[in-house]
């Protein structure tokens, strides 16, 4: 992005490529042996144009890939004085003018509208790297004067990437709330002045929007996490130009440090042949790791001034960007299984099958006799409930212990089995007492029931 353009020592040309021509002074021979004209390939290039479209252009793809759960990093570098605040956060001045934050946080929202077939959760982060301390923007409780607290570490984790442990994660439900959080770690930040730039923010800044979006389907136990980061770097300044001293001077010499260790880890990303990428000098490359060369999304806006005075600047960032444009990053949706949510779909599972096994019970009794349907009772349990049923029956026992009616029928299903056999073996008797006694005429009488 180029803030200004001055006299004809910059020039784009659309889409995507810079042109740079320094006018040679006839005055400095030394300098007429150093080339004039540089060309920079990028993958686009924004002059005069609002701050909707920069977004558009820069912004909107990362926070749509977030809300798909894949993490994203905007980053504002450049040379300080060159609009890196304005481009991240914008100007306070007028709505229009807000930068690229305020509208990520306006897009999350009104996705998050539209996209009812999801339920999310988004919690903001503001972190601060001054003098290579970690600061939480948005530690002290709203109103307090309490210093922002310290002591927050980067830390690693398998499947979770990189994070800071210590830093408050503030959950908000609406624009409004997000915004308001935004204007009270704005609030708390360093900044300085300096010959180049009246506000200028001394430290590096992250911006950190965490979305976790589940699928309002009960029986989906995944769900989908993001990190959106938007940094606003702190600007890279040659001492002298900016005049600084005291204060200034040790903050300067802290930004440049974790700046050129910024470069290196990048040298070293863009040089397939590097195996080792030293991502731990500095607490900025550390806590940008993933952004840098792993799992994100990651777009580099390169902050120029197209002014003759800043060429040297000018020529380094525009260097930085080509060669952070041939580092590869591998961003890969971030998906979760909920343990919770695994048990209670297994519970569900359980009674689901034992629903269906009382269905099956009850279609096939429906379908066979009821004696097929129970296991049948024993010899041994026969004989004690008919044993019962006849000390009842002869007056000797008051009550019968019978499990069941279906134990009851089946008992009596037995006796009466046994009492036609009873009835066939008389019927038997009878007709061989007849055949004795039908020669001797003698009557014998067999009352069967
Ligand atoms: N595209 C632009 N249009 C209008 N004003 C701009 C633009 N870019 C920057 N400015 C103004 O220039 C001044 C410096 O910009 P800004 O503070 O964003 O620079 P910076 O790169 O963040 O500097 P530093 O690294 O020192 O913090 C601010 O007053 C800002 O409003």
């Known amino acids: 992005e180029v803030k200004k353009k001055k006299k004809n020592s910059f020039k784009s040309v659309w889409p995507s490529t810079v042109n ?55 980053m504002c570098f450049g040379q300080t004085g060159a609009g890196k605040t304005y481009t991240m956060t914008g100007s306070t001045e007028s709505y229009k003018q807000r930068g690229i934050i305020p509208r990520a946080l306006q897009e999350v929202f009104q996705q998050v ?71 009270e770690g704005e609030m708390n930040r360093i900044i300085g002045a300096h010959a180049l730039n009246k506000n200028s923010s001394r430290s590096h800044c992250i911006f950190t929007v965490h979305i976790e979006s589940r699928s309002r389907t009960l029986s989906d136990a995944k769900y989908v996490t993001s990190k ?72 580099l806006v390169a902050n120029i001034y197209g002014e003759a005075a800043q060429i040297e600047e000018t020529l380094s960032t525009l260097r930085f960007g080509s060669r952070m444009k041939r580092v590869q990053t591998h961003p890969t949706v971030n998906e979760h299984i909920d343990p919770a949510q695994i048990k209670k779909l297994e519970k569900e599972v359980q009674m689901l099958k034992e629903e269906l096994s009382i269905y099956h019970g009850l279609v096939s009794r429906q379908a066979v006799r009821p004696s097929n349907v129970y296991e049948p009772l024993s010899d ?23 499990i069941s009616i279906r134990q009851l029928q089946e008992v009596f299903a037995q006796f009466k089995l046994q009492a036609a056999k009873v009835k066939a073996q008389l019927c038997q008797t009878y007709n061989l007492v007849e055949k004795k006694q039908n020669a001797r005429s003698a009557g014998v009488k067999v009352i069967m029931e």
């Open 113 to 183: 509208e539209k996209r009812c077939e999801y339920t999310f959760s988004v919690h903001l982060s503001y972190l601060e790297i001054y003098n290579e301390t970690l600061v939480d923007l948005l530690s002290s409780p709203r109103g307090s004067s309490d210093p922002p607290a310290r002591g927050m570490v980067v830390m690693e984790e398998p499947g979770r990437g990189v994070f800071i442990r210590g830093l408050t994660l503030h959950p908000v439900h609406s624009e409004g709330e997000a915004l308001n959080l935004l204007f």
């Open 380 to 402: 041994a349990q026969v004989a004690e409930i008919q044993s019962q049923v006849r000390r009842y029956l002869n007056g000797t026992s008051k009550e019968i212990s019978i």
């Open 228 to 299: 959106l980061n938007l940094v606003d770097l702190a600007g890279s300044e040659r001492l002298g130009k900016t005049g600084s001293a005291g204060q200034g001077l040790k903050e300067a010499m802290y930004i440049n440090k974790s700046l050129s260790f910024l470069e290196q880890a990048i040298l070293a990303l863009a040089d397939r042949r590097r195996d080792h990428v030293p991502f731990r000098q500095t607490k900025l490359t550390y806590a940008l790791k993933d952004a840098l060369g792993g799992n994100c999304n990651t777009v």
């Open 20 to 74: 740079i021509h320094n006018r040679k002074d006839p005055r400095n021979l030394a300098l007429n042996n150093q080339p004039s004209s540089w060309s920079f390939q990028l993958d686009g290039v924004l002059h005069h144009v609002s701050q909707e479209e920069v977004y558009a252009r820069v912004g909107r793809r990362a926070v749509l890939g977030a809300l798909e759960g894949y993490n994203g990093t905007v």
